[in-house]
């Protein structure tokens, strides 16, 4: 059965570092969003993503976050200068069309900044 | 604003009894309706889904969820429990018109020998 994956499954980084999460979304799947989950907390709403620009996002997404979709398989999140609240885990999810489907879930990147 | 609420953080039960996760929403308009497992160390799995139609709706392993619009709830059951459903489970609603799921806090299901 096809997969959302991630990579990194574990990130380190300093405060102020710029990080790059990566996603390989289900391949005919043409909506894309990223989630977060802080620890014990719940799962937050960050981006969707659709037809190469980005079709919402929450007040969390400011500027010092930025999606992309560099070539026909990845779906990037950067986090440009790092604070100590974006330690979280981070969830890519796909769709295929936007009718009421299901959101297919990766793994997660756990982000942890020192 | 959309909101989802997961009463309970923890919910015990004993292997072979009947299980309920409940979940209630508060939403403008027509929702959609998804529960999601998560397993330790893993992503979020799609377990099912209320669209329109039949308020009963079957899903993976066995689990079953109820919607009632007028108590605006969509609790999920399973009437047998395994100790491998043992997870974090996670209700989660969605607006005809948005992308975005927005979720209640997750609740840990705990399946005793």
């Known amino acids: 059965e096809p997969e959302v ?8 980084t300093q405060m102020g570092q710029e990080v790059i999460l990566r996603c390989v979304p289900i391949s ?4 894309f969003y990223w989630y977060r989950q802080i620890l014990g907390q719940k799962v937050e709403f960050l981006v969707s993503f659709y037809n190469n620009e980005i079709s919402e996002k929450s007040e969390i997404f400011d500027d010092q976050f930025s999606v992309e979709r560099p070539d026909g398989s990845n779906f990037t999140l950067k986090i440009r200068s790092t604070k100590l609240e974006d330690s ?6 796909s769709l295929l069309i ?3 489907s299901e959101q297919y879930f990766g793994p997660g990147t756990r982000l942890t900044v020192t | 604003a959309q909101s989802v609420a997961q009463p309970e953080d923890q919910v015990n039960v004993a292997e072979g009894n009947p299980l309920t996760v409940k979940c209630t929403y508060s939403v403008s308009g027509n929702p959609y309706l998804f529960w999601y497992v998560q397993y330790p160390n893993r992503g979020l799995q799609f377990l099912l889904k209320y669209i329109t139609g039949d308020n009963l709706v079957k899903g993976s392993y066995g689990f079953e969820a109820e919607f009632n619009k007028s108590q605006t709830s969509f609790h999920l059951k399973k009437p047998s429990a395994l100790v491998s459903d043992s997870a974090l489970y996670f209700c989660a ?14 609740t840990r299901l705990l399946v005793s020998p």
Do not use: D, E, I, W
Request: aromatic share 14%.
């Open chain 1, 5 to 12: 994956t991630q990579t990194p499954s574990h990130q380190v």
């Open chain 1, 28 to 31: 005919n799947h043409l909506y």
């Open chain 1, 88 to 93: 979280a885990m981070y969830f890519c999810a």
């Open chain 1, 98 to 100: 936007a009718a009421p």
């Open chain 2, 93 to 106: 609603v969605r607006l005809t018109g948005f992308q975005k799921l927005v979720f209640g806090t997750g």
